[in-house]
DNA sequence: CTACAAACATACACGCATGTATGTATATTG
DNA sequence: CAATATACATACATGCGTGTATGTTTGTAG
């Protein structure tokens, strides 16, 4: 049954679909390849053709997933918007109502916001995690330093204070909205949570 | 090798806290029975004669780590506090720097809001997490309607958006500080990362 | 003092997930 | 058109965690 380079293509990415479903629903470590992939309509060995364990798997779901993301917001910050802060209270309202709306995007996120906990067989990867957070937290805290720049920040503000307490934020709504999906109505929520918050800068 | 009933009660208070070390370290599903009777000193055989399964040790451990939360949130409403955000504010600021402070509660919290995602074997549970969320979430509402009935609130703020914000804005540092505590100077952080928050009501 | 049962420790059987070894069909290359 | 490597599927061996069955000691009730 050999596959000509883009049905191996396909059947990869087969694969990797399948994985986010599987590993967002079950947690990476109680997630069989067995199961993936049934889902994935092929056998362990195409699996394991492909990748060399489930951690592979998980690895490139990461790259697959925080690249555009972070290519996203550089995208953003080209722009040059008279009002940083309102630009990034945009940008965040946009996001979480895209996300209402996308089961992927859910899927995806739930696996590397809740499902991955970096410990046990993980902890290989806390580094690589905590790094790509880091970088997208950094990306954050530019919003702030254009806005100070700008004057539109007092003095004494500091941004990456700002920043971690915008990303916690964030964060929180996330793994709220993602744990209890019906409890949480981000649609009608989100842009009263957003502004709220963006309210404590303006003073 | 028959015990007294109070070596008994010990060995089943040394179980629990070894099961908070090692779920909080490897995960739910990742922590084996083995593991936590080596922790605990005793083999698994006494695990299982004091409970089901790991299951039942969650179970277990939730409620001896959500009962006196609750109570505490409960002792600290009934004090008549002239201004119920301050008091709410410094409330959250303490538990923060305790926490920081306290290795036991670290754990326990490391556990309940990261190693355990509620999907495969803990999907059961994910009710009873739910539930006493929404019971906490309730406590934390009665701050808040405490404030808007002494006219600290504007009129149109609705204490159920103010409790969700907080929750989540809470959540998102415990998660930050758990997942990464070298990376996050709760310590110093803390007061500023409230106190800024807290500013979004001052209006 | 002697049953009996509590409080474990030990031993065993089972299933399940993993990894690897092997088989196989087919695209591709020379 | 043969030879080879690719892209898998299948089969097998292994280990590990669980649950349970059984053994053992000892506090305790009568």
Chains 1, 2 share one sequence.
């Not at 364990?53 to 998980?58: D, E, S, T, V, Y």
């Not at 580094?127 to 004057?151: I, P, T, V, W």
């Not at 971690?164 to 929180?172: L, R, S, T």
């Amino acid at each position: 049954m050999r596959r000509t380079k883009e049905d191996s293509e396909q059947t990869r990415e087969d694969i990797l679909n399948a994985s986010v479903r599987i590993f967002s629903e079950k947690g990476v470590s109680q997630a069989t390849l067995d199961e993936i992939a049934k889902a994935a309509n092929v056998t362990r060995g195409a699996i394991y053709w492909h990748f060399e364990n489930k951690f592979q798997i998980f690895e490139a779901l990461h790259d697959r997933l925080h690249q555009p993301f972070v290519s996203m917001i550089l995208q953003d910050l080209e722009k040059d918007h008279p009002e940083p802060l309102q630009q990034l209270r945009d940008l965040w309202i946009s996001l979480l109502l895209e996300l209402d709306e996308d089961e992927q995007k859910k899927q995806a996120l739930t696996l590397f916001v809740i499902k991955s906990d970096y410990s046990g067989e993980l902890a290989k990867y806390k580094d690589m995690h905590c790094s790509s957070k880091n970088e997208s937290m950094k990306l954050f805290q530019r919003y702030f330093e254009k806005a100070k720049k700008m004057g539109k920040l007092p003095e004494n503000a500091d941004p990456e204070v700002l920043t971690q307490a915008v990303y916690c934020f964030m964060k929180g709504i996330l793994f709220e909205y993602l744990n209890d999906q019906e409890g949480f109505d981000l649609k009608n929520r989100a842009p009263a949570l957003i502004n709220l918050f963006f309210k404590c800068f303006d003073q």
